[in-house]
DNA sequence: CTGCAAAAGAAAATTATTTTCTTTTAAGCC
DNA sequence: GGCTTAAAAGAAAATAATTTTCTTTTGCAG
């Protein structure tokens, strides 16, 4: 039936409506900071706390559900893992899009300067979106 | 004489010992977080105040003398600004490099199918290093 | 339908950062 | 070199962000 109630349980966590919530949010803006979740769930759930928003973001960080993208002087935001991709982020109007453009190359060059064995990256470009040109 | 000094004061800002030690020690260590930051701080000049530390690196950023790097999983490091450069973070021992290489082709890559205007370029490669492995 | 481990909610605690206010000081000027 | 002053330092309080604790509620396995 629900399909984001199966993926919760598939991350272990229980499918509580907070947390259906939560995951609904994340599909539908892709990238959203802790303050517009906790208040666009407060418009659903009067009642709903701050900690619930922060002790469920951190659990579902934990199961790798989601994960947590950190953008220069900026807050951050939560976004359901995929496959790999890199942030575009306006200066202008704030927006985030995610670019599935090939960052292999960048990587595999780095691993052969570096000798590092890479296992994750992540790859914000801040620049104007053509909205706002 | 003293080379940091002029370059607080290329950045508008007055030469003070806390600041030219805060300068020296980004050019020591290239990447620092607050904490060492204030602790190494506390050595040289035992009376001084976290206030002091978050009140310099503030007007440092703003002053385009150094950058704040956000990093997955890990508490925020400063560095003193140069030419464009991505960061490897090894994670086992925590330690941060910079790796000088041509990220050019992803930003024109990303730029093309984005249509943004890109300005700035944060990358962040996680693995671990040759010394860790 | 029942029991219980886990989650929610409320409030307090902790941690991180900023602000305010008073004292001290760097640096331009004579 | 001493004087002036705007800016910085330091101390403490204030604010913001996040986590913890504790009690009540609830999802879900059996």
Redo the contacts with the bound molecule.
């Keep these: 039936m629900h399909e984001t109630?199966e993926l919760l349980?598939e991350h272990q966590?229980?499918?509580?409506?907070?947390?259906i919530k939560i995951v609904r949010m994340l599909e539908e803006h892709g990238h959203i900071n802790?303050e517009d979740l906790y208040s666009q769930m407060l418009e659903e759930?009067p009642?709903?706390?701050?900690?619930?928003i922060?002790?469920?973001i951190?659990?579902m960080i934990e199961s790798g559900l989601i994960q947590e993208v950190k953008i220069p002087k900026t807050k951050?935001v939560f976004e359901l893992i995929k496959e790999p991709h890199l942030h575009m982020v306006c200066d202008k109007c704030g927006k985030i899009e995610d670019i599935c453009v090939g960052t292999d190359r960048v990587i595999e060059e780095a691993q052969k300067l570096s000798g590092y064995d890479i296992k994750e990256s992540f790859i914000t470009l801040r620049g104007t979106c053509p909205d706002c040109r």
């Design positions: 109630a349980k966590l229980k499918a509580t409506p907070q947390r802790i759930f009642s709903v706390s701050l900690a619930t922060y002790k469920n951190n659990q951050s």
